[in-house]
């Protein structure tokens, strides 16, 4: 997309939610993470708050405090590969206390590996 038909997408589907649900939109999910510097800036200036970006794309070195790592939940893990995960090296303290777990599909695995 050129810059034009980027900000129309994304000023037009958070119009329409909001509309639709009646408050405001703060947050943008890319679509399976796929996202740029240009449509994080983009996003930022169209009046999102905040943009969850899949764990593996702070690798990318585009560290930014509007920016909030997730990390997904699919139907093939487990409740042993959650607790494997939350017990990596990856899962400092202060990570874990600003990084939002995004469930895809089964939440109840999450909830049951942390009780």
């Not at 009646?22 to 983009?42: C, H, R, S």
């Not at 905040?50 to 702070?58: E, G, S």
């Amino acid at each position: 997309m050129n810059e034009f038909q980027l900000k129309n997408e994304l000023e037009g589907s958070k119009k329409k939610l909001e509309d639709l649900i009646g408050i405001a939109i703060e947050y943008l999910v890319p679509p399976f993470g796929k996202a740029d510097k240009k449509i994080i800036e983009t996003a930022l200036d169209c009046g999102y708050k905040k943009i969850l970006l899949p764990l593996t794309f702070n690798r990318f070195n585009y560290p930014d405090f509007n920016c909030l790592y997730r990390w997904n939940m699919y139907s093939k893990d487990t409740d042993r590969s959650f607790l494997n995960r939350l017990k990596t090296k990856h899962f400092s303290f202060q990570l874990t206390k600003q990084m939002v777990i995004s469930f895809c599909n089964n939440a109840s695995i999450a909830a049951n590996s942390i009780q």
